[in-house]
């Protein structure tokens, strides 16, 4: 898509009802909300953090969104697709600073050149106690991107109708941080497999977009 013509459709985003976790939950592996009522308690003190869903024109101007791949680590996100963002720090005034500043970091788009146009809804992930609030961004401009090398593995750029494409979720096995392998909704973008909070999150903008579009 055009990325005109997706900036006209998407200043609509923020009269749009939020779809919220009947969209999430399309997404959800099996084994989500037993985990998350295994770990009410653990809730009350769970950390915060910020992930940005960035949009941008392509260098034929067409609409993209940026996704990273995490590096390969002692931890329950290593080696997984994700947002750029992070964790809420001291500098950090709100949690959408907190998005901005590590996609600043993570991908190297300045903070000063994103618009943030709309607050999704928030998702626990009971594995690492956080909870992520997601936001859609845009950038008028391609953006130069500059990966952070001791986090990120790889900067992946996907298409706008690549995520829109139904043909694109799948069912994939995958190996859990709970050492369980299971069956769990996915999306298939440029060859990664996307699952877990990531494709919750992107399950709610592509509804989102569907309804703009």
Do not use: C
Request: glycine fraction near 4%; avoid cysteine.
């Amino acid at each position: 898509m055009n990325f005109d013509q997706f900036l006209y459709a998407v200043s609509k985003i923020e009269n749009i009802p939020l779809p919220a976790e009947t969209s999430q939950f399309k997404m959800s592996p099996p084994f989500r909300l037993k985990l998350q009522e295994m770990q009410k308690d653990k809730i009350k003190q769970a950390k915060r953090a910020g992930v940005m869903a960035l949009f941008y024109p392509n260098f034929e101007n067409q609409t993209s969104l940026v996704l990273i791949l995490r590096k390969t680590y002692k931890g329950v996100h290593s080696a997984q697709v994700g947002f750029p963002g992070g964790k809420l720090e001291k500098q950090d005034a709100t949690i959408k600073d907190a998005a901005l500043r590590e996609t600043y970091e993570e991908v190297g788009v300045p903070v000063h050149s994103i618009e943030v146009l709309k607050e999704l809804t928030q998702v626990y992930i009971p594995p690492s106690n956080f909870f992520v609030q997601p936001y859609v961004g845009v950038t008028p401009k391609t953006p130069m991107f500059t990966k952070q090398d001791d986090e990120v593995e790889a900067i992946i750029e996907v298409a706008i109708n690549d995520l829109l494409d139904d043909a694109n979720v799948i069912t994939e096995r995958v190996s859990t941080s709970y050492k369980v392998d299971v069956d769990v909704p996915a999306f298939k973008l440029n060859n990664h497999v996307v699952w877990g909070a990531t494709a919750m999150m992107l399950s709610e903008i592509k509804d989102l977009l569907k309804e703009m579009l």
